[in-house]
């Protein structure tokens, strides 16, 4: 069961997005986080008021999904609730899988076996294979990473050249003697 239920939830953002009141007004009168609020707002924005619907089954995302949810979270500047509001999962799952490519590659997003392993070995004498990336999965991977890291340090240098162009070292017009 989840904590909030659908018309609450689109009661909530149907108020704000009516103007009849605040998000941090509507956080008081129903003692809700305004943050949680500000998600379901920008979800409704994205995809419309049936996304605030609870979801009652689990989806199992493919590897090709879970990579292109990561590489636009990499490739845009934008944070991990927007990125969620657009392909309509939760923050934690887009920051989950962004996590596991950054520590394990494109291998982390394939999905894992489940369940308790077996106490008596399966009689066949098959070698286990260790999972191995395709050439092009690999340089994919690699481009992504590159891609990643470009957008930071675009980022980055932007902050020092407004850093900079704010607090000057020296005058550019005096001679030092």
């Known amino acids: 069961m989840t904590k909030y239920s659908t018309e609450l939830k689109i009661e909530i953002v149907s108020k704000y997005l009516n103007h009849e009141d605040s998000i941090k007004g509507l956080a008081k009168q129903y003692n809700i986080h305004w943050t949680l609020i500000r998600r379901w707002i920008d979800k409704a924005k994205c995809q419309g008021l049936a996304a605030l619907s609870v979801k009652h089954t689990k989806t199992t995302y493919s590897s090709d999904f879970k990579l292109n949810v990561v590489r636009y979270y990499l490739t845009h500047s934008i944070g991990v609730s927007k990125v969620a509001a657009k392909f309509n999962i939760s923050d934690s799952q887009v920051y989950n899988w962004a996590k596991k ?77």
């Open 101 to 177: 490519f950054n520590e394990e590659g494109y291998a982390g997003l394939l999905p894992k076996q489940k369940g308790r392993p077996r106490k008596v070995p399966k009689k066949s004498k098959k070698t286990t294979k260790k999972l191995e990336l395709s050439e092009k999965q690999k340089y994919e991977e690699k481009i992504l990473k590159q891609e990643a890291e470009l957008e930071r340090l675009r980022v980055e240098n932007l902050v020092l050249k407004k850093v900079a162009a704010r607090y000057p070292r020296y005058p550019t017009n005096k001679k030092h003697n």
